[in-house]
């Protein structure tokens, strides 16, 4: 059952949506016009995740929506708890935040399309999902964080009929060829796996460049590893905060080589 039980708007720029989930009484869309609201977008969303992905999903989610980048860093303040300097840079370059049991929303600009609107709640309601595995929030590599965000954003706008993963695929790829600095200096995943490193390298080198890299060396990883490796990657964390031997354990690789082995891969197909 899914129940929302406030819809609560205010002067300042906030609608929030507390929504309680139970997995079992969820029915997967497969039609994006069934989500024409908020709530059953998230409702919607994470049936898709708990059913096709096997993701943990809270009993208890509160979506907020903020009506503008000044509402937005207001809201990172006070509903997520962020220092006043990381909510003023969030909100600079960011939509939206997942964190524990709640995502907030950028409802802005007024243009945005439907697509862009449920894949943003997939991303985030993926970081919600990764929280609840670990039991705590930045306790996985962030690269790999948001290449997995990306990617279940992209595998439920294909479920809905509104895009594909190979087109994204097509896509990043083609990004690469167009941003030719992007792999000039490696990939430096052990770097960028921090929350600190990963904001930094796409504060240099740009969002959408940055975040299409991060999906192409996710979804090389799904391709030799399997999806179900993903989950136990981040409920590892529950266990040991050891980075570097969770990443092994769960991907049967070591992180440097894995790396390397991605960066081939990206530059092959980079040349093509």
Known sequence: ?????????????????????????????????????????????????????????????????????????????????????????????????????????????????????????????????????????????????????????FSTLERLGLDTLERRRQAATAGLRSHATLLQQGLDLEKHGTPQGFTAWHLREGSMAVYQLAFLITDYLIERRGFERMRIYFASFRRSSDRRANFQTAFGVSLADFEADALVRLKTASAL
């Open 1 to 153: 059952m899914c129940l929302v039980t406030v819809l609560a708007g205010g002067s300042d720029g906030r609608v929030v949506v507390p929504l309680w989930l139970d997995p079992l009484a969820l029915a997967p869309p497969t039609d994006a016009r069934a989500l024409r609201t908020t709530d059953d977008a998230v409702r919607g969303i994470a049936a898709i995740m708990a059913k096709s992905f096997g993701l943990a999903v809270p009993d208890r989610v509160t979506v907020h929506v903020y009506g503008g980048r000044r509402a937005f860093e207001q809201g990172l303040m006070r509903d997520a708890r962020v220092s006043p300097t990381l909510a003023a840079k969030l909100s600079d370059f960011a939509i939206g935040v997942g964190s524990r049991g709640q995502v907030l929303l950028n409802d802005q600009p007024p243009n945005r399309t439907e697509r862009e609107w449920l894949r943003l709640i997939a991303h985030e309601l993926t970081h919600v999902s990764q929280i609840e595995l670990a039991a705590g929030e930045g306790r996985g590599e962030q690269w790999l964080a948001e290449g997995m965000a990306e990617w279940v954003a």
